[in-house]
């Protein structure tokens, strides 16, 4: 059993620039989380998909969007990047119980100049 | 609305002595309560957590947590640490409503604990 997955490791992008980060949920789980962690924070909900439809969004702006598979895989799309979005950002996979333990991938850290 | 404060940023303590690393938290619902460690350079990995039943939970490394309703916290403790027990913990409650954002997991701003030999 594989765990959860996340691609590219490290990224830096310029201010105005897109990104997409992918992410490999474990085996079996059905319902993907994105949080952004901040430097000296916690992470923050980004939003969660299920079955392929967002089901749950956080205090992101728009410009956050997301995708998620067939397979379960899931995207995080960042358009006009700001200095702020600056960040580690993490995926978390689990079944669909509400109590479902999330794991969490090792993060992908997003640096904008 | 939900929130959780910790209330300790950093906690430096020599090893084998006994660590305490305190959360407290706010919610207008009931909420399951989650421990999660953080090493450097790596994701979150789920510690322990209270779901129902006893008050008292227990981890396989040695850290237990008291859920305390009345005065809604979720104290971590370890009686004697190890210097790799030295990472960043978070404190995280997820409200038991199926709301618009099912599995959205609230954490705390985190508690570096350095253990010092």
């Known amino acids: 059993e594989t765990g959860v997955t996340q691609s590219p490791t490290h990224l830096i992008k310029t201010r105005g620039q897109q990104v997409t980060l992918r992410c490999s949920s474990q085996s079996g789980h059905n319902t993907v989380s994105w949080y952004q962690q901040a430097l000296g924070q916690g992470p923050q909900f980004i939003f969660q998909?299920?079955?392929?439809?967002?089901?749950g969004r956080g205090n992101f702006p728009p410009r956050f969007s997301g995708l998620q598979f067939p397979n379960y895989s899931s995207e995080l799309n960042v358009n006009a990047l700001e200095l702020d979005d600056s960040a580690l950002y993490l995926c978390?996979?689990?079944?669909?119980?509400?109590?479902?333990?999330?794991?969490f991938g090792p993060g992908t850290r997003l640096t904008v100049l | 609305a939900q929130s959780v404060t910790q209330l300790d940023s950093q906690v430096p303590v020599f090893e084998e002595a006994p660590v305490e690393l305190r959360c407290n938290y706010s919610s207008s619902v009931s909420v399951y309560l989650f421990w999660y460690v953080q090493y450097p350079n790596q994701g979150l990995q789920l510690l322990l957590k209270y779901l129902s039943g006893s008050t008292l939970v227990e981890s396989i490394n040695g850290f237990e947590a008291e859920f305390n309703k009345s005065q809604t916290s979720f104290h971590l403790r370890k009686p004697s640490v190890h210097i790799s027990d030295t990472a960043e913990y978070f404190c995280a409650v997820l409200p038991m409503n199926y709301g618009g954002s099912q599995g959205n997991l609230i954490f705390g701003k985190g508690t570096k604990l350095s253990v010092k030999p």
């Open positions: 998909y299920y079955r392929e439809e967002e089901n």
């Open positions: 978390a996979s689990r079944g669909l119980a509400i109590d479902n333990e999330q794991f």
